[in-house]
Every structure is written in structure tokens, then in C-alpha cells.
């Protein structure tokens, strides 16, 4: 495993040469916000969230940009100044950071750019945050909001055929289950596609080949993963080794869910980097009850049944290879593919876990983030 880990790193440094600082940076954010937790100088979460939106412009000459709210929901609205000779397409845009440090200050860069690059009115939620409101409000806001622009979509210009979900990381999970909830609705419009971008979509298996192959890499390194599934359920586990080893797994879940997420699954060309596999560790309910909030269908999209994904609209799922996440995005491709459900799947092959947020955040251009909006524009405007 050692020379699994260090092929890891090296194949790492060698493949992302001048990949920006700020990767590297945001780690010693995070560490550093750990530190000052534990001192007891200030909340990792408050500073994690003042991090993520320091410096991000707000504004913008070509779009009209406004604050309303959807059914008491805040968000954000993102409109190209030029008038549109139809009804507009629009993108429900859900942004991640663990239903705890996202903000829509935070994702202004990020939304202002789909809206541009797209000519698309694009909606920000501002979804309640863990751990002050618990699951299941950020899913019930993102829900609210969804559902109230569905049927309000033609009072703002737009076409109700024409709703896109966006999400990235976490924000790919609300995206994941929201669709899932609407596609038994027959009293509002189908939701034309969803957009998962390196999307969070189970927790039962942490040895799968991504969680191995990128415990080192930066920005979210494996235990990093369970570190804040542990702060959003506000529960307190001093050492997190154990999920690595799926020891807060009960054996009848494994079993339950092994045909959707299993290392079998996984394409071969996607363990080529070290992967070993890992016998599972003895079952710790303490590590259990830390982390039982993932083991629920409305956070974790993989354990829907057959009958709600063959329901689900036509979907764009980007991945990155140095992403602990990547495998959940390869499964659901699989179950998605599996069921009938129309698949653009784009792998940025440098790519690492919140690349594309940096898009227009930067003084320079990151080739794979240019590549990964390139892509995702190209989808949306067939939409």
C-alpha cells in the first residue's frame, strides 16, 4: 500500500504540473480552520465559509443580477441584460460545500459565468446551512424552490420545458434527489435535464479505487470526506481511520447494496492507480451512528430504486480522476445507463474535486476547467 500511495502522489504531481496554488492553499485553509476550531478561537465552519467567498465579484455589466425568494427560499437571480426574442432557458443552479460552507456570495463567480457563456437566466438557491439547520432542511429549501419556479417559470421569462438542475459535489446530491422526488409529480413541468458535476452520492463504501487512489490529493483528500459528513450530522468522532475501512458499514447494507456499489463495478482502466482491495474493518456503531444520515436515501441517489431512475430526465455527469468522488459518478453513470436514461459523461482526466469552481475566479485559465464549461455549455445550449 505504501508504493500504491507514492505512485499516487508522484503520478499526481507529474500529471498536474501547474495546476494552480490555490488547491494546495485551500487545504492549509482547511487545516488551519480545524486549528482554530480546536483552540477554541472560532468555528471551522464559520471560517471555511468566509474563506470561500472572500474575494469573489458579486457583479457584473452584462447581467441583470437580483435577490427574491422562491416560496421563502432566498436565491439569487442571473439574467443576460440583451433581450431574448423567446422564452428563456433557465438553470436551477445548487451549489455545493457540504450543505454547510456554500453560499450563494460564494458561487457568484460560477453562476455569472453559466449565465454568460450560455445566454441562460440562471437561479441560485440559498439553502439553509448544517449543522445550525439539520437535514432535511437543505433539501426541503432546494425542493421549495424548485417546485416554485416550475410553476412560476412563465411569469420571469422562461420556458418551463427549458429547466436545467446544476449541482456540484454536495450540490450534485440535492440536484440528484430533487429530481428523483419530481419525477413522480404530474402537477408541474418534467425538468428537461440535470447536471451533476463531481457530484457526493453514497457513503457506504470508502475503499473504492478513487478513495484509495486520492487519500493524499488535494482539495478533498479521502478522510477529508467523512471529517465533514461527521460536522454536518454535529456529532464529535476523535479518529475517522475507521471509515477508510468501511467499519461504519452494518454488514446488512453492504449486502443490500453491493449490485449498485461495489469496486466490481468499476471500469479496470479506473484502478490502474494503486488499487488494492481492502477487507472491511469490525462494525463500530459509534462510527455507525456518526455517519447515519448518509445511509439515507434522500443523501445517498445510488440507493433509489430501478423504478425512480429509469424515471429521470437526460443528464450531463462530469467526473475528475483525482477526486475521491470520481467512482460515485462512474456508478451512477452505470445505474443510469443500465436503466435507459440518456448519458453525457465527460472525465476530465487532470481534473480534481472543485476544479470548476475556480472558472473566472482566477488572473489564469485552467485548461481542464476551460474544457469542463466548454462541454457543459455545449450541452445546455441543445437543451
Not at 437571480?77 to 455545493?96: A, F, Q, V
Amino acid at each position: 500500500m505504501g508504493i500504491a500511495n507514492t505512485k499516487t502522489r508522484d503520478h499526481f504531481e507529474q500529471e498536474c504540473a501547474g495546476a494552480p496554488f490555490r488547491e494546495y492553499r485551500a487545504q492549509e485553509w482547511a487545516y488551519m480552520a480545524q486549528l482554530l476550531d480546536k483552540l477554541g478561537i472560532c468555528k471551522e465552519i464559520t471560517v471555511m465559509r468566509t474563506l470561500l467567498k472572500t474575494g469573489v465579484v458579486q457583479t457584473d455589466r452584462n447581467l441583470h443580477i437580483r435577490d427574491e425568494q422562491f416560496d421563502k427560499v432566498p436565491v439569487r437571480i442571473y439574467e443576460p441584460k440583451h433581450p431574448s426574442r423567446e422564452p428563456r432557458r433557465c438553470l436551477i443552479y445548487i451549489h455545493g460545500g457540504v450543505g454547510m460552507i456554500g453560499t450563494i456570495s460564494a458561487y457568484a463567480a460560477v453562476c455569472r459565468l453559466f449565465a454568460l457563456k450560455t445566454e441562460s437566466m440562471v437561479v441560485d438557491i440559498g439553502y439553509r446551512l448544517g449543522p445550525e439547520h439539520p437535514h432535511p432542511a437543505q433539501f426541503e429549501d432546494c425542493m421549495s424552490a424548485v417546485t416554485h419556479f416550475l410553476k412560476e417559470a412563465k411569469n420571469y421569462g422562461v420556458d418551463p420545458n427549458r429547466i436545467i438542475l446544476v449541482g456540484d459535489s454536495s450540490g450534485g446530491t440535492l440536484v440528484s434527489v430533487v429530481c428523483h422526488h419530481l419525477v413522480t409529480r404530474k402537477d408541474i413541468p418534467r425538468v428537461r435535464a440535470q447536471m451533476l458535476i463531481y457530484p457526493a452520492l453514497q457513503i457506504l463504501d470508502a475503499t473504492l479505487p478513487s478513495y484509495q487512489q486520492n487519500r493524499f490529493v488535494p482539495v478533498l483528500v479521502g478522510k477529508r470526506v467523512f471529517h465533514l459528513v461527521v460536522k454536518f450530522s454535529n456529532e464529535e468522532v476523535g479518529d475517522i481511520s475507521g471509515f477508510m475501512k468501511n467499519a461504519h458499514v452494518p454488514d446488512y447494507f453492504s449486502v443490500k447494496y453491493r449490485r449498485w456499489i461495489s469496486a466490481d463495478l468499476i471500469p479496470d482502466e479506473f484502478k490502474v492507480r494503486g488499487y488494492v482491495p481492502i477487507a472491511p474493518a469490525p462494525f463500530s456503531e459509534k462510527l455507525y451512528k456518526a455517519a447515519e444520515l448518509g445511509f439515507q436515501e434522500d443523501l445517498c441517489p445510488l440507493f433509489a430504486t430501478d423504478e425512480i431512475i429509469r424515471q429521470l430526465p437526460e443528464t450531463f455527469l462530469l467526473t475528475c480522476e483525482y477526486d475521491p468522488l470520481r467512482d460515485d459518478g462512474l456508478l451512477y453513470k452505470k445505474r443510469l445507463e443500465d436503466n435507459g436514461v440518456p448519458v453525457t459523461w465527460l472525465h476530465l482526466k487532470k481534473g480534481y474535486h472543485g476544479i470548476m469552481y475556480q472558472n473566472d475566479c482566477l488572473p489564469f485559465e485552467l485548461k481542464e476547467a476551460k474544457k469542463g464549461m466548454e462541454h457543459m455549455a455545449n450541452f445546455i445550449q441543445k437543451c
